[in-house]
Protein backbone atom coordinates (compact mmCIF):
# COMPACT_ATOMS: atom_id res chain seq x y z
CA UNK A 1 0.00 0.00 0.00
CA UNK A 2 1.39 3.17 -1.13
CA UNK A 3 0.60 6.46 1.29
CA UNK A 4 0.78 10.31 -0.18
CA UNK A 5 1.54 13.32 1.79
CA UNK A 6 -1.48 13.66 2.96
CA UNK A 7 -1.95 10.83 4.86
CA UNK A 8 1.95 10.44 6.13
CA UNK A 9 1.26 14.32 7.84
CA UNK A 10 -1.89 13.41 9.51
CA UNK A 11 -0.66 9.84 11.00
CA UNK A 12 2.82 12.36 11.91
CA UNK A 13 -0.18 14.87 13.84
CA UNK A 14 -1.48 11.77 15.44
CA UNK A 15 2.03 10.17 17.08
CA UNK A 16 2.78 13.75 18.07
CA UNK A 17 -0.35 14.50 19.52
CA UNK A 18 -0.16 11.16 21.23
CA UNK A 19 3.30 11.54 22.44
CA UNK A 20 2.51 14.98 24.05
CA UNK A 21 -0.65 13.44 25.91
CA UNK A 22 1.59 10.62 27.43
CA UNK A 23 3.76 13.33 28.99
CA UNK A 24 1.15 15.15 30.58
CA UNK A 25 -0.75 12.20 31.60
CA UNK A 26 2.27 10.78 33.42
CA UNK A 27 3.22 13.90 34.65
CA UNK A 28 -0.13 14.81 36.29
CA UNK A 29 -0.64 11.22 38.00
CA UNK A 30 2.88 10.89 39.13
CA UNK A 31 3.14 11.80 42.91
CA UNK A 32 7.22 12.54 42.24
CA UNK A 33 6.39 15.10 40.11
CA UNK A 34 3.27 16.89 42.49
CA UNK A 35 3.97 20.85 42.49
CA UNK A 36 2.15 22.80 45.62
CA UNK A 37 1.97 25.85 45.99
CA UNK A 38 5.36 27.86 48.29
CA UNK A 39 3.56 28.00 51.16
CA UNK A 40 0.17 26.63 52.19
CA UNK A 41 -1.46 29.59 53.29
CA UNK A 42 -0.21 31.53 50.29
CA UNK A 43 -2.92 34.07 49.47
CA UNK A 44 -3.38 34.53 53.33
CA UNK A 45 0.39 35.74 53.57
CA UNK A 46 -0.09 37.52 50.64
CA UNK A 47 -2.77 40.28 52.44
CA UNK A 48 0.25 40.42 55.38
CA UNK A 49 2.79 41.54 52.80
CA UNK A 50 2.25 45.45 53.45
CA UNK A 51 2.96 44.71 57.10
CA UNK A 52 6.03 42.89 56.06
CA UNK A 53 7.04 45.87 54.16
CA UNK A 54 6.50 47.88 57.64
CA UNK A 55 8.31 45.98 59.65
CA UNK A 56 11.33 45.65 57.68
CA UNK A 57 11.71 49.10 57.00
CA UNK A 58 11.15 49.66 61.06
CA UNK A 59 13.79 47.38 61.28
CA UNK A 60 16.20 49.69 59.25
CA UNK A 61 15.86 52.28 62.12
CA UNK A 62 17.56 50.54 64.41
CA UNK A 63 21.17 51.02 64.93
CA UNK A 64 22.41 47.64 64.47
CA UNK A 65 19.72 45.08 62.87
CA UNK A 66 19.50 41.58 63.83
CA UNK A 67 22.64 39.51 62.51
CA UNK A 68 23.52 35.91 62.02
CA UNK A 69 26.29 33.16 61.39
CA UNK A 70 27.22 30.00 60.76
CA UNK A 71 29.32 27.81 63.46
CA UNK A 72 29.96 24.30 64.55
CA UNK A 73 26.92 24.41 66.52
CA UNK A 74 24.62 25.63 64.42
CA UNK A 75 22.89 29.45 63.30
CA UNK A 76 24.06 31.73 65.95
CA UNK A 77 21.38 34.66 65.86
CA UNK A 78 22.59 38.14 67.51
CA UNK A 79 19.71 40.61 68.56
CA UNK A 80 20.79 44.44 68.92
CA UNK A 81 22.83 44.74 72.16
CA UNK A 82 20.98 47.88 73.02
CA UNK A 83 17.90 46.49 73.55
CA UNK A 84 17.30 44.52 76.83
CA UNK A 85 16.92 41.01 76.09
CA UNK A 86 14.16 40.37 78.04
CA UNK A 87 11.79 42.20 76.12
CA UNK A 88 12.30 40.63 73.00
CA UNK A 89 9.46 37.88 71.60
CA UNK A 90 8.79 36.60 68.62
CA UNK A 91 9.54 33.41 66.32
CA UNK A 92 11.83 32.55 63.46
CA UNK A 93 10.90 30.60 60.44
CA UNK A 94 13.27 28.37 58.66
CA UNK A 95 11.82 27.46 55.57
CA UNK A 96 14.09 25.41 53.06
CA UNK A 97 12.72 25.94 48.75
CA UNK A 98 13.53 22.16 47.88
CA UNK A 99 11.63 19.90 50.68
CA UNK A 100 8.34 21.86 52.86
CA UNK A 101 9.29 18.51 55.50
CA UNK A 102 11.87 20.25 56.66
CA UNK A 103 10.33 23.91 57.46
CA UNK A 104 10.65 24.45 61.27
CA UNK A 105 9.17 27.68 63.30
CA UNK A 106 11.16 28.45 66.59
CA UNK A 107 9.75 31.20 69.64
CA UNK A 108 12.04 33.27 70.55
CA UNK A 109 13.64 32.60 74.22
CA UNK A 110 16.70 34.53 75.28
CA UNK A 111 19.26 34.28 77.95
CA UNK A 112 21.63 36.76 76.43
CA UNK A 113 21.35 38.55 73.07
CA UNK A 114 21.80 35.37 70.69
CA UNK A 115 19.85 32.81 70.14
CA UNK A 116 21.34 29.35 68.50
CA UNK A 117 19.24 27.23 66.51
CA UNK A 118 20.80 23.73 66.57
CA UNK A 119 22.64 21.68 63.86
CA UNK A 120 21.16 19.04 64.30
CA UNK A 121 17.78 20.79 62.58
CA UNK A 122 19.54 21.61 59.72
CA UNK A 123 20.94 20.33 56.57
CA UNK A 124 23.67 21.89 54.03
CA UNK A 125 22.44 24.20 51.17
CA UNK A 126 19.88 27.11 50.67
CA UNK A 127 17.29 28.03 53.50
CA UNK A 128 15.31 31.46 54.29
CA UNK A 129 15.37 33.31 57.36
CA UNK A 130 12.55 34.64 58.62
CA UNK A 131 12.78 36.47 62.21
CA UNK A 132 9.39 38.18 63.25
CA UNK A 133 10.53 39.86 66.17
CA UNK A 134 8.87 42.54 68.96
CA UNK A 135 10.43 44.50 71.44
CA UNK A 136 8.37 46.64 73.36
CA UNK A 137 5.21 47.55 71.36
CA UNK A 138 7.52 47.77 68.17
CA UNK A 139 7.66 44.80 65.54
CA UNK A 140 10.45 44.06 63.23
CA UNK A 141 11.61 41.77 60.47
CA UNK A 142 14.51 40.34 59.13
CA UNK A 143 14.56 38.45 55.90
CA UNK A 144 17.61 36.43 54.59
CA UNK A 145 18.59 34.24 52.43
CA UNK A 146 21.12 31.58 53.70
CA UNK A 147 23.19 28.79 52.59
CA UNK A 148 24.04 26.38 55.77
Known amino acids: MKLNWGTAIVIAFACFI ?7 ISMSTDKKYDHDLVV ?10 QDD ?9 LSTNVTWK ?7 ISFPNNL ?18 LDFETPISLSNHTLL ?4 RLLDGRWNLKIDWKYNANSYLFKKDINY
Do not use: C, W
Open 53 to 61: INKEQHAKT
Open 117 to 120: IPDN
Open 18 to 24: SFIMYFV
Open 84 to 101: EYKDIKGKVFLYRPSNKQ
Open 70 to 76: KTKEGIL
Open 40 to 49: EDYYGQELQF
